[in-house]
């Protein structure tokens, strides 16, 4: 599977290892004093992003609403990692029905073949991560409309507006952002765009520092606009296939238009009375982090204390045989067959 989704990947393993390490050892988190909530909970990555989740709630919204109206603010105000121009995965546990899994992980253009990474013969990890050759159709949009589609409650348009007055007004870079902005700014050079919106005239931004997002704001009004066809048709599209064009990309407009995502089901579990719910393939997360769970269920992880030589060595152990099966086994469903129940099954991990 040809993806642009590497921060993703690596977000993912540090949500592996926390909710691992959370459901093995919730005492030892007990320090600091957790926050509550009565009627619902959002937690991102981004304060502005939370807010604009619990207004959504407030308002009468449903999870589903706060996600997806957390979700495009983030593209504004954690520009690292919250996009509408990548991917991800979503799942939604209804009060009264089974959990959805929605896959809009970003698919390969139709254009890519297997020598795309090689120069002169050699892998290139240019080509690979850095060039315009490593860029995935964009999936955010159309999984985002879908699942609103499915079980939103409050007007499409209505959740794009905190993020679009966001990124048209601006809003104040915290420490964390001006220092992510400055570590990027080296490998932004060669990309004018990115310098003209990411610095200030060449120069990092610094803590306290409006950020202003006008062209954002105007692609996220096509979106609140006109949903998924705001984004996969007409002036975006458009600027995307000659970005692309101009820099020896494949994404097309045909690629665009034809972009699906996916209802999949759940992976599901259970591990010391805990019900575990997460991704299917093409995600690997939810069979890898199942795999390990029910591994370390055979053994007195508790006895042998947090953070202890022998308890570290079971959680390493563990997580070295199921990324090894991950890396031999799993892959996109759409291509080929993944052995998930067996891999996820308790007597495959005894």
Same mark, same amino acid.
């Given at each position: 599977?040809?993806?642009?989704?590497?921060?993703?990947?690596?977000?993912?393993?540090?949500?592996?290892?926390?909710?691992?390490?959370?459901?093995?050892?919730?005492?030892?988190?007990?320090?600091?004093?957790?926050?509550?909530?009565?009627?619902?909970?959002?937690?991102s990555a981004?304060?502005?992003?939370?807010?604009?989740?619990?207004?959504?709630?407030?308002?009468?919204?449903?999870?589903?609403?706060?996600?997806?109206?957390?979700?495009?603010?983030?593209?504004?105000?954690?520009?690292?990692?919250?996009?509408?121009?990548?991917?991800?995965?979503?799942?939604?546990?209804?009060?009264?029905?089974?959990?959805?899994?929605?896959?809009?992980?970003?698919?390969?253009?139709?254009?890519?073949?297997?020598?795309?990474?090689?120069?002169?013969?050699?892998?290139?990890?240019?080509?690979?991560?850095?060039?315009?050759?490593?860029?995935?159709?964009?999936?955010?949009?159309a999984g985002?409309?879908?699942?609103?589609?499915?079980?939103?409650?409050?007007?499409?348009?209505?959740?794009?507006?905190?993020?679009?007055?966001?990124?048209?007004?601006?809003?104040?870079?915290?420490?964390?952002?001006?220092?992510?902005?400055?570590?990027?700014?080296?490998?932004?050079?060669?990309?004018?765009?990115?310098?003209?919106?990411?610095?200030?005239?060449?120069?990092?931004?610094?803590?306290?520092?409006?950020?202003?997002?006008?062209?954002?704001?105007?692609?996220?009004?096509r979106i609140?606009?006109?949903?998924?066809?705001?984004?996969?048709?007409?002036?975006?599209?458009?600027?995307?296939?000659?970005?692309?064009?101009?820099?020896?990309?494949?994404?097309?407009?045909?690629?665009? %238009? *034809?972009?699906?995502? !996916?209802?999949?089901? $759940?992976?599901? &579990? /259970?591990?010391?009375?805990? +019900?575990? @719910? =997460?991704?299917?393939?093409?995600?690997?997360?939810?069979?890898?982090?199942?795999?390990?769970?029910?591994?370390?269920?055979?053994?007195?992880?508790?006895?042998?204390?947090?953070?202890?030589?022998?308890?570290?060595?079971?959680?390493?152990?563990?997580?070295?045989?199921?990324? %090894? *099966?991950?890396?031999? !086994?799993?892959?996109? $469903?759409?291509? &080929? /067959?993944?052995?998930?129940? +067996?891999? @996820? =099954?308790?007597?495959?991990?005894?």
């Amino acid at each position: 599977m040809i993806h642009s989704a590497c921060s993703l990947f690596r977000a993912s393993y540090r949500v592996l290892l926390g909710l691992l390490l959370t459901l093995l050892w919730p005492v030892a988190f007990a320090a600091s004093e957790p926050t509550r909530a009565v009627n619902g909970m959002v937690v991102s990555a981004d304060p502005f992003a939370s807010a604009v989740g619990v207004e959504v709630l407030q308002e009468g919204g449903n999870a589903v609403d706060a996600a997806i109206a957390t979700a495009f603010t983030l593209a504004v105000t954690h520009p690292a990692a919250g996009n509408i121009g990548g991917g991800g995965f979503l799942i939604h546990q209804p009060r009264t029905d089974k959990p959805v899994a929605y896959d809009f992980r970003e698919v390969a253009p139709a254009a890519s073949h297997p020598e795309m990474w090689l120069e002169d013969g050699e892998y290139s990890f240019q080509r690979h991560h850095l060039s315009h050759l490593s860029v995935g159709v964009p999936g955010t949009v159309a999984g985002l409309y879908m699942a609103w589609q499915d079980s939103g409650s409050l007007p499409w348009d209505r959740l794009l507006q905190p993020a679009i007055a966001l990124a048209r007004d601006g809003f104040v870079i915290s420490d964390g952002l001006a220092r992510s902005l400055r570590n990027a700014l080296q490998r932004m050079q060669k990309y004018p765009a990115s310098m003209a919106q990411f610095s200030n005239d060449g120069t990092p931004f610094v803590a306290g520092e409006i950020l202003r997002q006008v062209d954002l704001a105007d692609s996220l009004s096509r979106i609140a606009k006109n949903g998924p066809a705001g984004f996969y048709q007409g002036p975006t599209a458009d600027f995307i296939v000659a970005e692309m064009r101009a820099n020896g990309g494949l994404i097309t407009h045909d690629d665009l %238009a *034809d972009y699906r995502a !996916h209802r999949r089901e $759940p992976v599901q &579990g /259970d591990y010391r009375g805990y +019900r575990i @719910i =997460s991704m299917p393939p093409p995600s690997s997360g939810g069979t890898t982090l199942l795999e390990m769970l029910n591994i370390l269920e055979g053994y007195d992880i508790a006895s042998l204390g947090f953070g202890s030589t022998a308890a570290l060595h079971l959680m390493i152990e563990s997580m070295r045989r199921a990324y %090894a *099966d991950r890396a031999r !086994h799993l892959g996109d $469903p759409e291509f &080929g /067959d993944n052995p998930v129940s +067996r891999l @996820i =099954s308790k007597s495959y991990a005894r």
